[in-house]
């Protein structure tokens, strides 16, 4: 008999891409997704590791399944994903009704893990993991997802990923070459390269030059890519985001500090100085190009010039948006141990002007764009509103387009069409379409 599943994913875009690729494994034995736990014969907790906030929610939700296997003792539950990967067996101890702990390099083991022959808990090395192929089933039929690289060989001084993800490992071109040929062969129109760190991409070729082989793909319509190590972005790089027609102008480049003091301390790898260079050549060779961020709020060390520093940084770049976070101190890394901690009152405060200052400059950016032209590919309609249709700029933002007749608009997903903005407003855009058949 079929079985089911339930999947609950937190953390990065990796992370929802892992469970996509958890849920092709699982369709071979012949399970099917339910959006109801207690429908289900499995539960996969696919876990993010990154701040103490998202391993705290996580042991919340994983609370509330101990009285539901007690009611149905025949339902497996699972956890993957980082916190898996750093815990491990720990997590056999802390919650004895978990059945099965896998990592992310193990994803393959799922196969194995539901006959009940292998091993409770699966978090070796996998030197394998950028060769070997997974089914993947995915949730969107227009944007999909496509992972380049495993693994991180960063080590910046506050992050968890290189122990969750073990090291760097690139996939082999022609394999990424094929999935997105596939991709366009079904009809998919944008696709998203994923990887900590994509621009140290090298198999047969490096990041570029993989831009220019996935851009040669007919069907596609749109490349993007996510993260972007700055101090990796090469003038290689910007010169094909300036060339290629598919690549779209938007690059998510996390600053972290605008005090280079800090960016030492958190083993970035550039200054402050570097940075602002990039930005500035990025700016004169792809026009309209969007930079969004991340930024830390009270890393250990942080004095307030250094934050005013990063507040001053943040009004002279003019990010597109970013997102922020308090400095939160975990497991293996060094920042963890440094001196100069801070409290929570000052990291909480730090953070409140950060996001402040953001959210006027977010605004005034959106509001320029109001009376421009902008490609929009449709996402469908909104899930909240039927006559609303939904979709994203080249540059990444949020258009909604209101008063669309649900019955008569030829509005299908998918569809590239041109918009003209009418409203900016903070977290999204409002245009109306300049083509007549909306
Ligand atoms: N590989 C990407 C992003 C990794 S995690 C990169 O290098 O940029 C996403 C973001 O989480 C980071 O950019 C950083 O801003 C934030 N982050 C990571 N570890 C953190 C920690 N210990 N405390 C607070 N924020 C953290
Ligand atoms: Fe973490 Fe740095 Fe690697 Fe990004 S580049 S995943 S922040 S170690
Ligand atoms: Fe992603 Fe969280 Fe792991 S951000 S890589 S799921 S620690």
């Known amino acids: 008999m079929a079985k ?13 891409h892992d469970s996509e690729k958890m849920l092709g494994v699982l369709q071979q034995d012949r399970y099917s997704e ?7 014969d499995l539960i996969i907790f696919n876990t993010c590791s990154i701040r103490q906030k998202a391993e705290q929610k996580f042991y919340t939700q994983l609370g509330r399944t101990k ?10 539950i699972a956890v993957a994903g980082c916190i898996a990967q750093q815990e491990g067996v720990n997590i056999l101890k802390r919650a004895p009704h978990v059945d099965f702990v896998f990592g992310p390099q193990n994803i393959h083991f799922l196969h194995g893990l539901i006959s009940e022959k292998a091993p409770k808990v699966a978090i070796e090395d996998n030197p394998e993991i950028a060769i070997r192929e997974l089914p993947v089933k995915r949730d969107n039929e227009i944007k999909a997802w496509v992972t380049i690289m495993y693994g991180c060989n960063n080590f910046c001084s506050y992050c968890v990923v290189p122990y969750t993800r073990g090291r760097e490992r690139s996939r082999p071109s022609e ?21 900590q760190n994509v621009n140290s991409y090298r ?12 851009n040669g793909v007919g069907g596609i319509e749109r490349i993007r890519f996510v993260t972007s190590h700055p101090k990796d972005l090469s003038e290689d790089l910007m010169e094909v985001m300036s060339e290629l027609p598919k690549v779209c102008e938007h690059i998510h480049l996390p600053l972290q500090s605008g005090s280079s003091k800090i960016l030492k301390l958190m083993n970035r790898g550039y200054s402050y100085e570097d940075y602002l260079h990039k930005v500035l050549i990025l700016r004169a060779k792809v026009s309209g190009i969007s930079i969004t961020s991340d930024i ?18 943040l009004k002279e770049i003019e990010f597109d948006g970013i997102f922020a976070f308090k400095f939160s101190p975990r497991p293996h890394t060094k920042a963890a141990e440094m001196e100069g901690q801070l409290s929570e009152d000052t990291k909480s405060e730090r953070l ?17 764009l109001e009376g421009t032209i902008q490609e929009i590919l449709i996402e469908g309609h909104s899930k909240t509103d039927e006559e609303r249709l939904t979709g994203r700029t080249r540059s990444n933002k949020i258009v909604d387009i209101p008063g669309i007749d649900p019955e008569t608009s030829s509005g299908e997903k998918g569809a590239l069409i041109n918009v003209e903005i009418t409203r900016g407003g903070h977290h999204s855009l409002e245009g109306k379409p300049v083509e007549q058949n909306y």
Do not use: W
């Open 175 to 195: 394999n990424i070459y094929s999935e997105v040929k596939e991709l366009a062969e079904k009809s998919y129109k944008e696709i998203t390269l994923l990887g």
């Open 67 to 76: 009285s539901l296997k007690k009611r149905k003792p025949e339902i497996k």
């Open 203 to 214: 198999s047969d070729t490096d990041f570029p030059g993989l831009l220019r082989m996935l």
């Open 4 to 16: 089911t599943v339930y999947i609950h994913t937190f953390g990065c875009q990796m992370n929802v």
């Open 352 to 368: 409140t002007e950060i996001l402040k200052v953001q959210e006027e400059i977010t605004e005034k950016k959106n509001r320029l």
């Open 34 to 40: 339910t959006d109801d736990p207690r429908k289900a």
């Open 296 to 313: 830390i709020a009270g890393f250990p060390g942080e004095t307030g010039e250094d934050h005013m520093l990063t507040i001053k940084a």
